[in-house]
């Protein structure tokens, strides 16, 4: 079976969808689907379709979505098929699994992410940005965007946004190595905005003004992400940002596009003022 989540939910059996029009045993399928090979509890899937108001008739209304996916799969699979669609959507363990692979688009964003990650590590800024751009051309649109999401969905899409953020942070940093600010600054001012307290974000497009010779607007986007911590967080940025906007105050050598842009003392000074907190 074909998955993709990334984007739109797709779910192919034999070149035919599979992916109901009703919103709740898309939800069914869309949790399965997530989760392959494994067994997600009928208490996990009540939780997910109703939470904690479940109709006195939720159990037997899963049933009934089964019952109706499995009815998909069995015309997607023809009558000819050698596993019948209780072999694909197996009862198992108080629950239900999908008897598939993982969704194709996921694996392969995981796997490129991790390439790009290694990439970028070991200096290899040229190699990190392909591979890290392939990795969010596979992105068609937020996760599951057309499944209506439920509080066990909710966590995997979250997980699912989380590694895309963080792909996302590490292919701008290797884009800004490779001396690309100038491109990088519409899409960084939009993600700023979209994430108003996410420190590496702000830095890196910090880094980038500052590059494009705009040290006061780098400056005033300090300021803001300042002002947005201390109004909902009380608290101040971290040391890492305090440290990149002093830099910027004093004109840091450091700060410049290094040349080469994976081996020079600037790349280190730069790469330590966007390293994440945590680092």
């Known amino acids: 079976m074909e998955i993709r989540v990334l ?8 070149g035919k969808s599979v992916v109901p029009s009703a919103a709740k045993p898309r939800q069914v399928l869309a949790l399965l689907a997530l989760r392959p090979g494994q067994a997600v509890t009928v208490t996990a899937l009540l939780d997910e379709l109703w939470g904690d108001a479940p109709p006195r008739t939720a159990p037997a209304t899963l049933q009934t979505y089964i019952r109706q996916l499995r009815r998909m799969l069995g015309q997607a699979l023809g ?7 209780k072999d694909v959507l197996c009862t198992r363990y108080g629950g239900y699994a999908l008897d598939v692979g993982a969704a194709e688009d996921a694996t392969e964003f995981q796997r490129l992410c991790e390439a790009g990650q290694t990439a970028l590590r070991e200096g290899a800024a040229l190699e990190a940005s392909g591979l890290l751009h392939r990795a969010m051309e596979l992105w ?4 599951l965007a057309d499944v209506q999401i439920g509080r066990v969905l909710e966590v995997e899409a979250l997980r699912l946004e989380e ?3 963080g792909a996302l942070e590490a292919r701008v940093e290797a884009d800004l190595r490779l001396g690309r600010h100038a491109a990088l600054l519409g899409e960084l001012t939009a993600l700023a905005a979209q994430h108003p307290m996410h ?5 890196q497009l ?5 590059r494009c010779g705009r040290p006061s607007h780098a400056l005033s986007s300090y300021q803001r992400l300042r002002g947005t911590l201390v109004r909902e967080l009380a608290m101040e940025p971290s040391p890492r940002l305090q440290r990149l906007h002093q830099a910027i105050l004093r004109a840091d050598p450091g700060l410049e596009l290094p040349e080469p842009p994976a081996a020079s ?4 000074l730069s790469a330590a003022y966007l390293a994440p907190a945590s680092a």
């Open 7 to 14: 984007g739109p939910f797709v779910a192919r059996l034999e």
């Open 79 to 85: 009558p000819g098929a050698v596993r019948g669609p």
């Open 140 to 143: 068609r649109g937020e996760a």
């Open 163 to 165: 590694t895309r953020l």
């Open 199 to 203: 420190e590496t974000v702000h830095a």
């Open 206 to 210: 910090m880094l980038a003004l500052y």
């Open 265 to 268: 003392p600037s790349a280190a």
